[in-house]
DNA sequence: CTCGCACCTGAGGA
DNA sequence: ATCCTCAGGTGCG
């Protein structure tokens, strides 16, 4: 056995405006980090990290570890690599953070590019830098946002943990507090599982978890979920490896996902975006729609839960005024709007905001108005009419929505 | 297809 | 204190 295993810390180059992960791990994206001592704390692909930052680096070490072939079922772990010490991880825990943090893409330079191209985000986002979106496990994404529907952080944050404790291994501790890791699917297709998530709290959502992982378990082929990746962004193993058949696209990872139970747009989204690299997903919740209703002139919604196609609409929308990492940028505005942050969000909320800078929003689809906008499929052309402003930005915001085809 | 509503729970405000 | 609203929605009729 191992004792301890405390590693030296270690630092990556990073500054505040790079990442800011007082902000990034408590924004909702992540809800199983905890903070002891000034230290953020996390298990890992089973291994318990704990992070620090300062003007200028960002502190890791690894705490504890146990044989990560355990964890990953879908991971090709070779069997016989199973060392237990943590040197060996040493190397590659700047690896799993760089691909969790999604440090290869460049913050300042995306900034940069959801500023030129929307007045809005040059106004919000100087107050919240450094957030990212972060790479999280698929499975992680999918069971953490099923238990967010209807749901606030607090008690997400609540129900994740419950999850791991009961049904994921234990990995470490800090000071008294024990950590475990993520449980697997298998862990969470058992027989008893909803009716003790019923008892745990967990409400309706009970079925959901337990449902989807009886599908993921037992009607799905290994590594189905690491099968919809983005191929662009690869897991930190890269242990997914698509058959040149299936073709992995946004569409159809999010077609996919909602298939299984509790798993409607939104939660597909979030799934996309922050477990399976799609970072043109948006997901569309309250928040979000807050957002486009207030600051992007979208029509107030007539019924109380806004449709698919309102829905779909504000997606667009966004994946056209920000481009290819929308998502993200959708990230950057929900923080600035969650009332946990609020103190950041200027020193108050000034309904005086109109001036001129909304100017080239412009109409945008008056989604409300039950106009039937798609009624008639009426080719492409019809839909949003946003108008092709200034030329700075063309070769990001062109995204070619090729076929609109809906099956007809 | 669209719409309206029930659904579990408990933290946080009035 | 007690009520009420709301929280990063989804499934079903």
Known sequence: MHPKQISEWRKLPLTLADLCIE?????????????????????????????KQDKSHLHY??????????????????????????EIH????????SHYFSLKHDLASLYDQWSKSDANFRKKAPKFTGIRILSQDPWEALIAFIC??????????????????????????????????????????GKKVEAHLRELGFGYRAKYIAETARIVTKEKPEGWLESLINPDNPGWSAGEMTTAADLPTYRHAHEQLLLLSGVGPKVADCVCLMGLGWGEAV????????????????????????????????GDHFRKIWG???????????????????????TKAEPVDIKVEVNEVEKVATVDEATPILRKRRRTTVV?????????????????RKKRKTRA
């Not at 290819?324 to 959708?330: D, L, N, V």
């Open 384 to 400: 949003e009419t946003v108008k092709i402003e200034e030329p700075m930005s063309t070769g990001m915001v062109r995204a070619t």
């Open 61 to 86: 070490r690894v705490t504890s570890t146990i044989t990560p072939g355990a964890l990953t079922p879908g991971a090709l772990t070779p069997p016989s690599s199973v060392q237990c010490e943590s």
């Open 148 to 189: 967010s529907s209807n749901n606030n952080i607090s008690r997400i944050s609540q129900m994740v943990h419950k999850l791991c404790v009961y049904y994921g291994p234990l990995v470490g501790h800090v000071g008294d507090e024990a950590f475990h890791d993520f449980p697997t699917p298998q862990a969470l297709s």
């Open 283 to 314: 997901p569309v919740d309250t928040h979000v729609w807050q957002i486009a209703q207030r600051d992007y002139k979208f029509g107030k919604a007539k019924t109380k839960t806004f449709s698919k196609v309102m829905y779909d609409s504000v």
């Open 324 to 346: 290819e990492q929308a998502g993200w940028a959708q990230s950057v505005l929900f923080t600035a709007n969650l009332k946990s942050f609020s103190e950041q969000a200027s």
């Open 90 to 97: 040493e190397d590659d825990t700047e690896t799993l953070l």
């Open 23 to 51: 902000t990034t791990l408590r924004c909702g994206q992540s809800f199983r980090w905890r903070k002891i001592n000034d230290e953020w704390n996390c298990v890992l692909y089973g291994r318990l990290l704990s992070l």
